[in-house]
Nanobody, 122 residues
């Protein structure tokens, strides 16, 4: 059974940075692209970034491009999201999940953890 556990969220001010982590178990982590997603109440979960199984090229939605950096450590089954220059509109619950491919950022599988809350004040 796939299990994901996100951490690293918090309450920060605009312009600050945070690094999110996601530890995955129950699957061969190194075989899957991985994505970060976020959701605010009343809206659909949005894919914001994706990294292929072996790293390399990374993908971002326009709203975070140039501010967020996705990375992974296959030896530790861990996915990261470095978030710089945070904005109030980045406030959301953040999730990670495996992907079929990074061609699109939307979710592919229904494997979700509890998420980690990021709140950015102005």
């Amino acid at each position: 059974q796939v299990h994901v556990a996100e951490s690293g969220g918090g309450l920060v001010q605009a312009g600050d940075s945070l690094t999110l982590s996601c530890i995955v178990s129950g699957m061969t982590f190194e075989n899957y692209p991985m994505g970060w997603f976020r959701q605010i109440p009343g809206k659909e979960r949005e894919g914001i970034s994706c990294i292929p199984s072996s790293g390399g090229s990374t993908y971002y939605t326009d709203s975070v491009k140039g501010r967020f950096t996705i990375s992974r450590d296959n030896a530790k089954n861990t996915l990261y999201l470095q978030m710089d220059n945070l904005k109030p509109e980045d406030t959301a619950m953040y999730y990670c999940a495996p992907k079929k491919a990074c061609v699109i950022l939307a979710p592919d599988f229904n494997y979700w953890g509890r998420g980690t809350q990021v709140t950015v004040t102005s």
